[in-house]
């Protein structure tokens, strides 16, 4: 299984980006994707999940509301679109797949910066 991210960027604040997740070697039903992102000197955090058996998402308060997670079954890549980008979204974005929905995320994609500037 490998994932591969995509589509990061410099923006500016209250605009709009959308990251790709391309994966091989998996099928979509079978697994929840996921996506993080770690800002500089700060841990890494979740930002928000799709599950693969249900197709339900879920993100975190900071976030929810401007970013949406979906899927193309027939390109085999998840999306993560970001919209009203805020200077503190600033952060390498990972996607990652985990089987089912309460297994640990174990396939991780290289990371994509994204950059908003004020």
């Known amino acids: 299984v490998q994932l591969q991210a995509s589509g990061g960027g410099l923006v500016q604040a209250g605009g709009s980006l959308r990251l790709s997740c391309a994966a091989s070697?998996?099928?979509?039903?079978?697994?929840?994707m996921g996506w993080f992102r770690q800002a500089p000197g700060k841990e890494r955090e979740f930002v928000g999940r799709?599950?693969?058996?249900?197709?339900?998402?879920y993100y975190v308060d900071s976030v929810k509301g401007r970013f949406t997670i979906s899927r193309d079954y027939a390109k085999n890549t998840v999306y993560l679109q970001m919209n009203s980008l805020r200077p503190e979204d600033t952060a390498v974005y990972y996607c990652?797949?985990?089987?089912?929905?309460?297994?640990?995320?174990?396939?991780w994609g290289q990371g994509t910066l994204v950059t908003v500037s004020s």
């Open positions: 070697g998996l099928t979509f039903s079978s697994y929840s």
């Open positions: 990652a797949a985990r089987r089912g929905d309460y297994a640990t995320y174990d396939v």
């Open positions: 799709l599950s693969g058996r249900t197709g339900t998402t």
